[in-house]
């Protein structure tokens, strides 16, 4: 299968190529896509040499399928024109999530939603990713009314420029913001932009995106994203209510039998989900279950996941492996 990666030289890119070779998807030819300034240089690729090519020169090479990963606006030109040639695009960015004739996929959730007709499917924000994959067994057995989200999201959700400032700031050197204040010893309670609602765009993503994905508008969802300085992985402290009442000890079962999901949740020994446990890992880890005593029907949860994998690369992949034994491509 011909497969196209592009934005191959930023962070995410990095790592579906690792993806990509780890899960040992089945790649004929590796075309690797890159701003006009990096066409020509080269990549490491299982062990061979490849030149990153212009996005033109990639659409008329015709890739079976195109893992996009190089920001909204660069998607929403060149997406539609990768799908006209007849290329599967899987795109990171936010550009396409809540188009309504496009779907927003977890595969473990949803992947059946997909026809050879969608010719780009959205990958899901990091933060939703992991919240909906131990949210949606949950849904299925009990619904749920309402969530209540506060993320503490990684750095490494920002991007290379946001690194560099951490790392400048830890070694007192002064260097380019990608945040308007210090990012070390601080939390921002600050994840793109703010919206008219007083809401930033990040936590907008987790109140329409878990909607979409979990086909329920009915789910009123509020959320805090919180920037914190973590080199990697996302958590998230999660209150759910549901419209049934539940046995805690159903709903450790549930997600222990749930693909893609690690409970760790023992608190006699100090175990629950941490961003250094997650690291470099594809599961989403799930701990701190517990009632919550204040209302009925109601749940805690922590929720941790390596954003830049099962936030971002890996899900990408998935989605393509679903394509491929599925022959939708």
Known sequence: MKVAVVGATGMVGNVML????????????????????????????????????????????????????????TS???APKF???????????????????KKLVVPEINADQITKADKIIANPNCSTIQLVMALAPLHHKYKIKRLVISTYQSISGTGVKAVKQL?????????????????????LPHCDVFEDNG??????????ETQKILN???????????????????????????????????????????IGITVQDNPDVNLYPMPIYAHGKDDVFVGRIRRDGSQQNTLNMWIVSDNLRKGAATNAVQIAEYLSSNSLI
Do not use: C, Q
């Open 18 to 73: 690792e993806v990509l070779n780890e899960r040992n998807f089945p790649i004929s030819e590796l075309i690797p896509v890159a701003s006009e300034r990096s066409v020509g240089k080269e990549i490491e690729y299982n062990g061979k040499s490849y030149t990153i090519v212009s996005m033109n020169d990639a659409i008329a090479m015709k890739p079976d399928v195109a893992l996009f990963s190089a920001g909204g606006d």
């Open 76 to 78: 929403l030109e060149w």
């Open 83 to 101: 799908a006209e040639a007849g290329t599967t695009v899987i795109d990171n960015s936010s550009a396409w999530r809540m188009d309504l004739d």
């Open 167 to 187: 790392e400048n700031e830890m070694a007192g050197i002064k260097g380019e913001m990608a945040y308007p204040y210090p990012i070390h010893k601080n939390a």
């Open 199 to 208: 809401y930033t765009k990040e936590e907008m993503k987790l109140v329409r």
């Open 216 to 258: 329920d508008k009915t789910i009123a969802v509020t959320a805090t994203a919180v920037r914190i300085p973590t080199s990697g992985g996302h958590s998230e402290s999660v209150n759910v209510e549901f419209a049934n009442d539940f046995d805690v000890t159903d709903i450790r079962t549930i997600l222990n039998e749930t």
